[in-house]
């Protein structure tokens, strides 16, 4: 079997391998709502974030304010939501720590180092959500990689 899509991937391993380490998914259908909102309005605007803030500057082009202007609306609306979700459970996709959790990650980290911070910050049930996430050891051993 070939997979190529990275979340496919992500969910494929983690019940193949789920009674190794935590358990990443939870079979539950409000999991699987949460995977969706973060794959269909986290993702898309967070990544443009990144590229307009991080990466088109590592490439020597110039920042489009208008796009970053409004994909952070766009975000501020998606991060709106998880505030609330996150008022209502410890993790977005529940009690425990999933692969809907695990997905933020990247872009995550690419957006702390950006003004765009800003939205993670003024909301304080997602900034301690951010703040339990990215201190988790596998995240760290990952980061410590990136570095090598």
């Given at each position: 079997?070939?997979?190529?899509e990275?979340?496919?991937i992500?969910?494929h391993?983690?019940?193949k391998f789920?009674?190794k380490?935590?358990?990443?998914t939870t079979?539950e259908?409000?999991?699987?709502?949460?995977?969706q909102?973060?794959?269909?309005h986290?993702?898309?605007a967070s990544?443009?974030l990144?590229w307009e803030q991080v990466?088109?500057?590592?490439?020597?082009m110039?920042?489009?304010p208008a796009?970053?202007?409004?994909?952070?609306?766009?975000?501020?609306k998606v991060?709106?939501v998880?505030?609330t979700?996150?008022?209502?459970?410890?993790?977005?996709?529940?009690d425990?720590?999933?692969?809907?959790?695990?997905?933020h990650?990247?872009n995550?980290?690419?957006?702390?180092?950006?003004?765009?911070?800003k939205?993670?910050?003024?909301?304080?049930?997602l900034?301690?959500?951010?703040a339990?996430?990215?201190?988790r050891?596998a995240?760290?051993?990952?980061?410590a990689m990136q570095?090598?």
């Amino acid at each position: 079997m070939t997979m190529a899509e990275s979340r496919a991937i992500t969910d494929h391993i983690a019940q193949k391998f789920a009674s190794k380490g935590t358990p990443l998914t939870t079979g539950e259908p409000e999991m699987k709502v949460w995977l969706q909102v973060e794959v269909n309005h986290f993702e898309p605007a967070s990544s443009q974030l990144g590229w307009e803030q991080v990466f088109k500057p590592m490439f020597g082009m110039t920042t489009d304010p208008a796009a970053v202007e409004a994909n952070e609306a766009k975000l501020s609306k998606v991060l709106d939501v998880y505030e609330t979700r996150l008022s209502k459970s410890k993790y977005l996709g529940g009690d425990q720590f999933t692969l809907v959790d695990l997905h933020h990650l990247p872009n995550i980290q690419v957006l702390n180092g950006t003004p765009t911070k800003k939205l993670f910050d003024s909301r304080p049930k997602l900034s301690a959500w951010i703040a339990d996430v990215t201190a988790r050891p596998a995240w760290s051993k990952v980061l410590a990689m990136q570095k090598q």
